[in-house]
T-cell receptor
């Protein structure tokens, strides 16, 4: 158990809908990262937050957005969902901006 | 971004050492070398990282070539639990933005 929690574990929704994925980092960790893992694209970095502020951006679509709240938990919002958005979404946390990352168990999103 | 090249797959026998290679010929002086692994149905897990010198921890050893253009992750005695996809990743100093490649799928045979 990495100490990072993600909810929900599974999410099934329809095209065009909007969903929110939630991540609670390890106690004391200030950085949160979001990754997408699909069969054809592998593990892709989406975005990083550090202490509430966006720090780095990867291959995140404009339809996706994230934020980190004062209590350090983070949410990833996915809107206008497409079939290709079906994937595992991982959250990771680290103590600082440049430390070892601890990954959560992931949220499996299925878009029908 | 500096890229890494790893074999798609490797096999090992249980209780034997495993050497997982990674080529990173375009590495720059400030790039750190990280290794993570992903066990089936789990999120990635940190294994080890280094800059120039060889590193050891309870999980593995990291051997870094003198010119830093390649590195090798060493599992001293593979167990069935070590069957996973192993990722070699470079990160620039001052940036924890990790770009995962396809990794090496390690199969451990009993």
């Amino acid at each position: 158990d990495s100490g990072v929690t993600q909810t929900p574990k599974h999410l099934i929704t329809a095209t065009g809908q909007r969903v929110t994925l939630r991540c609670s980092p390890r106690s004391g960790d200030l950085s949160v990262y979001w990754y997408q893992q699909s069969l054809d694209q592998g593990l892709q970095f989406l975005i990083q937050y550090y202490n509430g502020e966006e720090r780095a951006k990867g291959n995140i679509l404009e339809r996706f957005s994230a934020q980190q709240f004062p209590d350090l938990h983070s949410e990833l919002n996915l809107s206008s969902l497409e079939l290709g958005d079906s994937a595992l979404y991982f959250c990771a946390s680290s103590a600082g901006q440049y430390n070892e990352q601890f990954f959560g168990p992931g949220t499996r999103l299925t878009v029908l | 971004d500096a890229k890494t090249t790893q074999p798609n797959s490797m096999e090992s026998n249980e209780e034997e050492p495993v050497h997982l290679p990674c080529n990173h010929s375009t590495i720059s002086g400030t790039d750190y070398i990280h290794w993570y692994r992903q066990l089936p149905s789990q999120g990635p897990e940190y294994v080890i990282h280094g800059l120039t010198s060889n590193v050891n921890n309870r999980m593995a050893s990291l051997a870094i070539a003198e010119d830093r253009k390649s590195s090798t992750l060493i599992l001293h005695r593979a167990t069935l639990r070590d069957a996973a996809v192993y990722y070699c990743i470079l990160t620039v100093y001052n940036n924890n933005d990790m770009r995962f490649g396809a990794g090496t799928r390690l199969t451990v045979k009993p």
